[in-house]
């Protein structure tokens, strides 16, 4: 028989805690066990983790963070206490503290989970205009990169109400990532370890327009994006270097033969790739790896010979293509696309997580 546990995160909670337990308590779905993870809640909201407890309820856990250490860090911990649990679970719920996830919707996502075992279900919610700005930002800001490099459309990123199978826990208690942002590479990842994302639609709720929501637009949107903003910071200035080359050879050479391109391409590249990969190894992944050099070695000849040749036919399609610029605004278009190609390569196979030389 499948069962499942549900993990709670919450950080300053009110009495729709309460009520959301009580609910659960009483459900029918195929629940072990209840654990909350109090993330460092301050003085004034511990009465509330004292009336859980009062419950008495063997299905019901409480484990305390002395200090706030983030929604990862809390989702963490309770992976890690599932994972030491003598009866183990098929998977583990994980639900919001305030009140914008039903019993309801979380025992529809169960039914799908039971049905597909090995499949991350998330519940999906609809954004429509009078969504609350920051909710639908944040999702808007995330959805795009999502689909770019897992290669799935998934159409809420941030929600909290997931059902995640136990072959995937186990990987992600060693993922980097305190705060929400863990749960955006929780959904970035699942391709790498072959785990299909598979959503359940669920009821749309905001309570007080979402004021209860600890997530920073700004704050926690950049360390969402801290890894692909490094990247992009490391692929500028790799890209002035290599486009300053690259421009100065051409004015150098006057004509724009696809030699000409080539060799001004070669030599540009070569350069401009030591920065790059000093840059990504150490700075932007962290050193992860194996024969990264040898491996980006490979991707820079493949990608300089595609960025020569796309140059040279977008210089011909280009309507000012005669022009004596017409080449670097060539290579800047094409290499903006192979940009993106790169980290997606570099990433999941040059500089690969839980790989260190």
Known sequence: MQTFGVLIPALNPDQKLIDLLRQLLVSNGPISTILIVDDGSSAAHQLIFKQIESMRDPRLHVLHHDHNRGKGAALKTGFQFYLDQATPVTGIATMDSDGQHTVGALEKCLALA?????DLV???RKFTEDIPF???FGNLLTDGLVRLITHQTISDTQTGLRVIPMSYVHQLVSFPGERFEFEFDMLLEAKKYHVTISERPIPTIYLDGNSSSHFRVIRDSVAIYS???KFSASGLMSFLVDIGLFTLLMSLIGNHSLRTIMVATVIARLLSAIVNYLLNRHMV???AGEQTLLKYGALL??????????THALTVLLPFGSAHWAPTVAKMLGDFCLFL????????LIFKEGQHV
Not at 114 to 118: K, L, S
Not at 341 to 348: A, C, F, L, V
């Open 114 to 118: 039971e049905q597909r075992p090995g």
């Open 122 to 124: 998330i519940g999906a």
């Open 134 to 136: 920051r909710s639908r």
């Open 227 to 229: 890894r692909f903003l």
């Open 285 to 287: 992944f962290g050193n």
């Open 301 to 310: 000849a493949v990608q300089t010979v595609a960025s020569g040749y796309l």
């Open 341 to 348: 190609i790169s980290y997606y390569i570099q990433k999941n």
